[in-house]
């Protein structure tokens, strides 16, 4: 057994696909089978439900999956431990978040890269509950996300300001002349928003049904992008945090706050507490203290 097959093994869990995996670990698709079947044969386990396609792993591929993550991490904290005390910092910072929040990721992400040139990045937009569960799994080794149901028992918080929001919106459609809105104005508005179950969606429908209103939605999705580019064809206008940056995205965004907006839980920057934690993790979390304590956060621009 290598370190190599474990990561054919994670590279099979993340693309559900045996020539994606092949192509994410840069080899042909019979090596990556072969090196497989050659782990299955030294653990005399059958780890992958196999048809004419990839189906799924067994119920020992599974548990064996989540060793070889923990595996996988260790190895990679090894590395990252091993530079730290060569007196650098390398490797791949594994931030997930929450897609929509007022903290912009890249008010943190500047001047790490600026002070930690060889650091790279790894983004993913999840809810607060992938977050937690990637952080608990390893899998992440930084998350942003709403502190409402975490156990802060478990994960080191650096507590951020709520969230406030406003109405971006583009300058060649919409035109409000007002410095603030209030829902009630929002109520003949077509919108596009998040889909629902996402906590700031939550927090945007509780607003609206608190006052009796029923919005005009035009569309709704996961995607930030999408709803930037359906508010920059006009389609609609979108209910996004203030102080994120997306205005900023091209000259006719603009954004105007709403009255009284603000996500009811705050949002949070975690590391978990429990070994194994890489010293990556725990140098970008200090850097990150100083950073939002500060207040030293430069425009990403």
């Not at 977050?131 to 799994?137: A, M, Q, T």
């Amino acid at each position: 057994m290598d370190i190599k097959q474990l990561k054919y093994l994670i590279a099979l869990d993340q693309t559900r696909h045996f020539g994606q995996a092949a192509a994410l670990c840069h080899i042909t698709q019979p090596t990556l089978s072969m090196r497989i079947r050659n782990l299955e044969d030294e653990l005399d386990l059958v780890l992958i439900e196999r048809g004419q396609r990839f189906e799924g792993f067994t119920e020992a591929g599974e548990r064996i999956l989540a060793w070889a993550r923990t595996v996988l991490a260790a190895h990679d904290g090894l590395q990252a431990e091993a530079a730290n005390c060569r007196g650098q910092l390398v490797g791949s910072l594994r931030l997930g978040m929450v897609p929509l929040a007022s903290q912009n990721p890249m008010q943190l992400l500047k001047p790490l890269s600026q002070r930690f040139p060889e650091l790279r990045y790894q983004l993913s937009s999840m809810t607060s509950e992938q977050v937690i569960d990637g952080l608990n799994r390893n899998q992440l080794d930084l998350g942003l996300c709403y502190l409402e149901q975490v156990d802060t028992t478990h994960f080191d918080v650096i507590k951020l300001s709520a969230t406030s929001m406003g109405l971006l919106h583009d300058v060649r459609h919409f035109d409000f002349s007002e410095p603030e809105l209030t829902w009630d104005q929002l109520d003949q508005i077509p919108l596009g928003l998040l889909t629902k179950g996402m906590y700031y969606r939550q927090s945007i429908d509780l607003s609206f049904s608190s006052k009796g209103l029923v919005p005009q939605i035009v569309l709704e999705g996961d995607s930030t992008f999408q709803l930037i580019q359906a508010v920059s064809a006009g389609i609609c206008c979108a209910v996004m945090p203030l102080r994120s940056g997306l205005e900023d995205l091209n000259d006719h965004l603009r954004i105007v706050p709403i009255r009284g907006a603000d996500v009811q839980s705050p949002i949070g920057l975690l590391m978990r507490r429990t070994a194994p934690r890489s010293a990556l993790a725990e140098q970008c979390f200090a850097e990150a203290k100083t950073i939002f304590a500060t207040g030293a956060m430069p425009s990403p621009a």
